[in-house]
C-alpha cells in the first residue's frame, strides 16, 4: 500500500520568518526586558527535575510578593486573562448561583457571558464608561443581590478606568464563599487539582518577578505613577482631552484619549506604526472608535517613552486643521 501525504509541508514554512522590533504602547502587550528575552532561551527541564521545582518556588515567592499575601496556594494560569476569569468563574459558581457584576466596560460584559454559561444567575449594576462605583453603591448592592461571589474590575482598560478598591475589599469580607456542592465542570482550570500538577516553571516568569523585587514593588508603582502624570499633562498641553475626567480614576497604566472630531483614529496608529514602529491602540468595547489608548506597562514605562510618543502625536496632528485652530 503507498505511503501517501494527502497534505504537503506548507510553503510558507520553508521561508524564514523576520520578526521586526515595535515599541508596545498599547494596552498590552508590551515589551520586556532583554534579560526576560534572554531567559527564554534556557534550555528545557523535565518537571521532576531539582531546577524546575526551584524555579517553581521562586515564581510562587514572587507572586506572593507582587500580590502582598501570605496564602500558601498561589498559582499561575497557563492561558490569557480570559482564561484565568473563565477558570474562576468555573470553581466559584454553579447552577442557579447568584453572581453580582459590577459593569463599566467591556470587562463587565465578558464577565457576564461567562457566569452565565455556568448557568449562574446574574445580576449587574452599571456605570457610564469612564466611571468608578463608590463602596457605598457596592455595599447597597450586596444588601440588595445577597450574591454567592462579586465580580469587578481593577482597571478596566477598555476605558482606563482605576477602581478603588480598598474601602470594598473590607465590605466583601465581611461575607465568605460557601463550599461548592458539585466539583467544577472542567478538569484542567479545577483550582483543588490545579494545586497537585501546576507547572508554573516558566523562567521567563521567575526573572520578571526577579527585576520587580530588585527595583520593590513600591517604587514600581511610583514609577506608574509618575509617567502617567507626565502622559496626562502632556496630552492636554496638546489640546486633547482624556477620556476619564475624575483624577482618581484615571489608570496609571493605560491611558484614554478621546479622538478629537475631524481625525481619524485608525489612521493616526496606522501612522505611527507605519512610520516609526510605535504601537498605539484605537478603543475597545464602548470606546471603540472614541478613543486612543497608550499604555505605560513595566519594561515600556518610561519618561522617555512618554515624550517620544507625545512628540510622534503633536507631529502628526501639527498637519490638522484640529491641531491648527488650537494654535
Not at 40 to 45: D, I, N, V
Not at 157 to 174: A, Y
Not at 183 to 194: E, G
Request: net charge neutral; hydrophobic share 40%.
Amino acid at each position: 500500500m503507498e505511503n501517501q501525504l494527502q497534505i504537503c509541508g506548507p510553503a510558507c514554512l520553508l521561508r524564514p520568518v523576520r520578526v521586526p522590533s515595535k515599541l508596545l504602547l498599547g494596552p498590552g502587550p508590551s515589551n520586556v526586558s532583554e534579560r526576560v528575552l534572554r531567559s527564554m532561551t534556557s534550555p528545557m527541564l523535565g518537571h521532576l527535575h531539582p531546577e524546575f521545582l526551584k524555579i517553581m518556588d521562586d515564581v510562587k515567592e514572587g507572586l506572593k510578593y507582587l500580590f502582598q499575601t501570605e496564602a500558601q496556594n498561589v498559582f499561575c494560569i497557563s492561558g490569557t486573562g480570559h482564561a484565568g476569569m473563565d477558570s474562576v468563574m468555573m470553581n466559584i459558581l454553579e447552577e442557579r448561583d447568584v453572581i453580582l457584576i459590577a459593569k463599566n466596560g467591556i470587562w463587565g460584559d465578558r464577565a457576564a457571558d461567562m457566569a452565565q454559561r455556568q448557568g449562574a444567575v446574574v445580576r449587574i449594576i452599571e456605570k457610564k464608561p469612564g466611571e468608578a462605583f463608590t463602596p457605598e453603591e457596592i455595599e447597597e448592592s450586596l444588601q440588595k443581590f445577597r450574591p454567592k461571589a462579586f465580580f469587578i474590575v481593577h482597571v478596566e482598560s477598555s476605558t482606563g478606568v482605576l477602581q478603588p478598591l480598598q474601602e470594598i475589599g473590607s465590605i466583601c469580607r465581611k461575607r465568605v464563599i460557601s463550599d461548592r456542592r458539585q466539583p467544577p465542570r472542567t478538569f484542567y482550570f479545577d483550582y483543588s487539582h490545579l494545586a497537585n500538577y501546576w507547572g508554573c516553571d516558566n523562567v521567563a516568569r521567575r526573572e520578571g518577578l526577579a527585576q520587580l523585587v530588585e527595583e520593590g514593588l513600591k517604587e514600581s508603582w511610583s514609577r506608574h505613577k509618575e509617567c502617567a502624570d507626565l502622559l496626562h499633562r502632556g496630552i492636554e498641553s496638546l489640546s486633547l482631552k482624556l477620556f476619564v475626567e475624575n483624577l482618581v480614576w484615571r489608570a496609571p497604566t493605560v491611558t484614554t484619549i478621546v479622538v478629537p472630531q475631524g481625525i481619524n483614529w485608525k489612521e493616526a496608529s496606522e501612522h505611527l506604526m507605519n512610520k516609526y514602529k510605535v504601537e498605539i491602540s484605537g478603543g475597545l468595547g464602548p470606546t471603540a472608535g472614541k478613543v486612543w489608548r497608550i499604555g505605560l506597562l513595566g519594561e515600556n514605562c518610561t519618561k522617555g517613552n512618554v515624550e517620544f510618543v507625545l512628540r510622534l502625536l503633536s507631529d502628526y496632528l501639527s498637519n490638522k486643521d484640529f491641531y491648527k485652530s488650537k494654535l
